[in-house]
């Protein structure tokens, strides 16, 4: 694992062109993955791969931001900024994943929810702040696998999870450098500044305690990702495991405070 990398060359990484996305990783560690699709309101979103599968015998739900693989299935994938839909299938899935006692595991890679006036239009704002709240009280365990980007609420909407894993190269923060550039110092081409003050990398997260664990990629995962997919398997084997084992009222306990223990600072004298 290297430490050796600034954030804007861990940003470069999370946004490498050969970087998988999560269709890769889903077809890898769960080669019996059933989609299942729409939101049962207004259509289908494919910025969020969404369904069904096992992982190591056991049944699990997948639910993933995906961000496309040549420029056609980018633009079909919104480049994984998804619709307020596309929140709705998550949510859609994790409450039958709650009825038949299916651990969920998420996938985030997005530069932020769609900001776009149609989507907003169908309640973008209602729609991921409901899944915060849904998630939050779900009565099954929840792990979250931050695969690249990990942007804003776009991020949050599917991220409410018992255990968080974060990959080394991957990255984590409320907007893009670029956003935080154009707000903090009126100039977006400052992004290489922004990311050194963001602390979006996985070491600074697991230093404040929003993620749980970073994922080895050894070489990095757009040179050999079977490597750091297969560390990713193994800890989330151990984890569902681990999870699956606790009473339902500490699990949700557990995340309560997960949750509400974020953000906590000491002043100084």
Known sequence: MRKDLTAWE??????????????????????????L????????????IA?????????????????GLDTEDKIKRNFGMPHPEGYRKALRLMKQAEKFKRPIITIIDTPGAYPGIDAEERGQ????????????????????????????????????????LMYENAI?????????????????????E?????????????SFEVIDEIIDEHLGLHLKPEIGFNNLKKSLIKQIKRLTKLPLNELLKNRSLKFRKIGKYNESE
């Open 10 to 35: 861990r940003v470069k990484l999370a946004r490498d062109p050969k970087r998988p996305t999560s269709k890769y990783l889903i077809n890898y560690l769960f080669p019996d993955f059933i989609e």
């Open 37 to 48: 699709k729409g939101d049962r309101l207004y259509g289908d979103d494919e910025s969020i």
């Open 51 to 67: 369904g069904i599968g096992t992982l190591n015998k056991i049944p699990v739900t997948i639910i993933a931001e995906e961000k």
């Open 125 to 164: 704002a209602q729609a991921i702040a409901l899944n915060l709240k849904e998630m939050m009280k779900l009565n099954t365990p929840i792990i979250s696998v931050v695969l690249g980007e990990g942007g804003s609420g776009g991020a949050l909407a599917i991220g409410v999870g018992d255990y968080i």
């Open 172 to 192: 984590y923060s409320i907007l893009s450098p670029e956003g935080f550039a154009s707000i903090l110092y009126k100039d977006s081409t400052k992004a290489k």
């Open 194 to 206: 922004a990311a050194n003050h963001m602390k979006l990398t996985a070491n600074d997260l697991l």
